[in-house]
């Protein structure tokens, strides 16, 4: 069965410094990396996906995120936070969509601060 | 493009009824698929439609069921509510789903649903 994990309950950084939200991840074929976005009380907002080439992936909002095949990990960066990144983040992985499936796996969420 | 638009946004029930919910797609979209948060058990897929067929099942009680309609627009009914059934409960369309390996599934705002 695919999952992810996501270390961290909570990430705290300063307004200004980098960031990192960390997701490993266990597939067994190809994977298929999401990481998505939730303000309070609100859906999900997409970011950004890995499906294969470029190891870096960018997404929206300044967001990148890093492939790492070896250490089986998809972490969230952005160099520069601003307070209006605190909400929570979420990684997520596929299923193969060769095995017709469409679920997205959902980590835990880390809860991102971004204090002044 | 409008988005996913979900209804209602909020909903109060007693132990025992049934709830039914209501999803539209973004325009184009065929493929819909629903999870379930909550606080203890995070994001949860429940099941997935495409072209009016169930195409994916989540590990949920027979209780909840799901259909879509020829326009792809999707309900939910959660029968003899229970109070663990209280959740945001999200939807999200894609366009064909597991027939392509790169697509992006896209949340609705959710309806938060609470049990009494």
């Known amino acids: 069965a695919q999952s992810v994990a996501q270390p961290e309950d909570q990430v705290n950084v300063a307004e200004g410094n980098p960031l990192t939200v960390k997701c490993t991840y266990s597939?067994?074929?190809?994977?298929?990396l999401f990481w998505y976005v939730q303000y309070p009380n609100r859906g999900l907002q997409f970011l950004l996906k890995?499906?294969?080439?470029?190891?870096l992936v960018k997404g929206s909002y300044g967001f990148e995120a890093e492939f790492n095949k070896s250490q089986t990990s998809f972490h969230l960066k952005k160099p520069s936070a601003l307070v209006s990144d605190s909400a929570l983040y979420f990684c997520a992985v596929r299923d193969d969509p060769a095995g017709g499936g469409n679920k997205l796996t959902f980590g835990t969420g880390t809860q991102l601060k971004v204090e002044l | 493009k409008a988005g996913v638009t979900q209804t209602p946004r909020y909903l109060i029930k007693t132990r025992g009824q049934q709830v039914t919910l209501s999803c539209s797609p973004i325009?184009?979209?065929?493929?819909v698929s629903w999870y379930q948060q909550t606080p203890g058990q995070g994001l949860q897929f429940l099941f997935e439609?495409?072209?009016?067929?169930?195409?994916n099942k989540g590990n949920f009680p027979g209780r909840f069921s799901g259909r879509q309609f020829s326009n792809s627009r999707s309900e939910m009914n959660v029968s003899t509510l229970e109070l663990g059934d209280s959740a945001l409960y999200l939807c999200?369309?894609?366009?064909?789903?597991?027939?392509?390996?790169?697509?992006?599934?896209?949340f609705g705002p959710g309806t938060r649903l609470l049990v009494l």
């Open positions: 597939v067994s074929g190809n994977p298929y």
């Open positions: 999200a369309s894609s366009l064909r789903g597991s027939g392509s390996s790169s697509e992006t599934q896209y």
């Open positions: 325009s184009g979209h065929r493929s």
């Open positions: 439609y495409f072209s009016e067929t169930q195409r």
């Open positions: 890995y499906i294969t080439g470029d190891n």
